[in-house]
């Protein structure tokens, strides 16, 4: 999202802002989508279908970028179909960003114990906006270095490993009290 107007531009938009404007909004619609849906749908259960969906879209926009180079012989009609890929891939990562990965970290206090609860809740949101900052500060020197294409399979193996925890580890707390969630946790992960 935050280079959404710098990309869109870069693939030939002429109107990357309103463009953008697009990909916030279906950010803003699938995150009160998420909240209305987390309690009844269970948290592992929106990480598990929400991030293979966010690699197939980063997937989808590495092959879009890869078909943005014009040939000599292009008539352009490649290219603005690439670019529409690019934008649907950007649409599609962002709505499974919101109702999974966007959402769920916020409501991780549930996992830790009261006599860590505060501290816990410190640490994985410094954890959440690290990384925020790190995937903020690396994009664009890893367009340069890697190439979009490249830049977006990178990611997706990120997503990869990230969607391999979850299934491992993440447990289930939907439904759960706060001393049942408790109980799940104290012999292990929860997960079966």
Known sequence: MYFSATILQSIGFSQPTLASLGVS???FAFTVAALLLIDRVGRRRMLVYSIPAMILS???AAYGFSRIAPSSTD???DRTAAAG???ASMMLYVAAYAIGLGNVPWMQSEL???SVRALGSGV??????????VVGLTF???????GPPWTFVLYACVCTAGYGLVVA??????GLSLEETTAVLATGWGVR
């Open 140 to 146: 664009l020197p890893l367009m340069d270095a890697l």
């Open 169 to 174: 580890i993440y447990p289930e707390t939907a």
């Open 58 to 60: 980063l997937l989808l």
């Open 75 to 77: 008539d352009g009609t």
């Open 124 to 133: 994985a949101t410094a954890t959440n906006w690290a990384a925020n900052f």
């Open 112 to 114: 830790f114990p009261l």
């Open 85 to 87: 890929v690019v934008l």
């Open 25 to 27: 909004g279906t950010n």
